[in-house]
């Protein structure tokens, strides 16, 4: 199998192509390499390296900076999603693109399922939005939201700066009042290669962790795993000045992939192996 992977310096990307290296021909390539909003550079590197599976990691990401930069996010997140979709389309090869918590407006407190209404509040949100659906366009196609990503070999996430302030006995702030369901790379990328490899319809999958989780807890959670006070500072979402505004409850069920087989771990459970990650490295570094 020949799997192409878009935005390969990116914290998914990167991991993606890693893992997948002794299980696959992987080309990956990163932003410099092909620019997704490019199509003729596109249909270009379709037609060389005919892939089976196209695993689009490049992204728009900034939230803040979208809102005064709506067609640049619009351009990577939408349009070039399209892109890629058609381009799969065109070769016959399995798409694969990832989504976003922020489709939903936060306002539901509960877990929110693949079936429920989208209603994002940023322009971010709704640039991935618009991707889901042109992703869709594709023949054999596999969208699967991700939300908070954490782990990989970029160990910058919200989680690793909340534990390294911790071990540095600062009192990080962070949101009691702020609802999610984090994303363990390894975990979406072992659950990217199964969907890739099964039988599983095409369709939008939630590919989180188990359960939610407000962000103070979390930060209490990686207190205890790595053995210090947990001195934070809760603060609300009301009080804290964004550019863009946040989903408030953002939680997603992930029900859709664990009746096929794919059982998520739960968010503890990852935490708890990327924390133990990071010390290894640090001690063989």
């Avoid at 390539?29 to 490049?58: K, M, Y």
């Avoid at 892109?83 to 936060?106: E, I, K, P, Q, W």
């Avoid at 989680?159 to 702020?178: G, K």
Wanted: one cysteine or more.
């Amino acid at each position: 199998m020949k799997v192409l992977v878009t935005g390969a310096a990116g914290q998914l990307g990167a991991a993606i192509v890693r893992q997948f290296a002794d299980r696959a021909d992987v080309v990956g390539l990163t932003r410099q390499a092909l620019d997704i909003s490019n199509g003729s550079a596109v249909e270009s590197v379709f037609a060389r390296e005919r892939p089976d599976a196209v695993i689009n990691c490049a992204a728009y990401n900034d939230v803040d900076r979208a809102e005064d930069d709506a067609p640049a996010a619009l351009r990577i997140n939408a349009v070039a999603v399209r892109t890629l979709a058609r381009a799969s389309l065109r070769c016959g090869a399995t798409l694969v693109h990832y989504g976003s918590d922020f489709v939903f407006d936060g306002l539901v407190e509960r877990l929110h399922a693949e079936g429920d209404e989208a209603a994002p509040r940023s322009v971010y949100g709704m640039s991935k939005l618009l991707g889901e659906w042109f992703a869709m366009s594709a023949g054999r196609h596999y969208v699967l939201r991700v939300a908070s990503l954490f782990g990989g070999d970029d160990r910058r996430s919200r989680i690793d700066r909340i534990a390294d302030a911790l071990r540095r006995r600062e009192s990080p702030r962070v949101f009691a009042d702020r609802t999610v369901s984090p994303s363990y790379v390894p975990d979406v990328t072992d659950a990217t290669w199964r969907l890739i490899t099964g039988d599983a319809p095409s369709g939008l999958y939630h590919c989180v962790n188990s359960g939610s989780t407000n962000w103070l807890a979390l930060a209490r959670e990686i207190a205890r795993r790595i053995g210090v006070p947990a001195d934070v500072v809760p603060v609300s979402v009301a009080d804290v000045a964004t550019r863009a505004q946040r989903p408030q409850y953002a939680a997603l069920a992930n029900t859709k992939l664990a009746a096929l087989g794919i059982v998520m771990p739960a968010w503890q459970d990852a935490v708890g192996r990327h924390l133990s990650a990071g010390q290894e490295t640090a001690q063989t570094g």
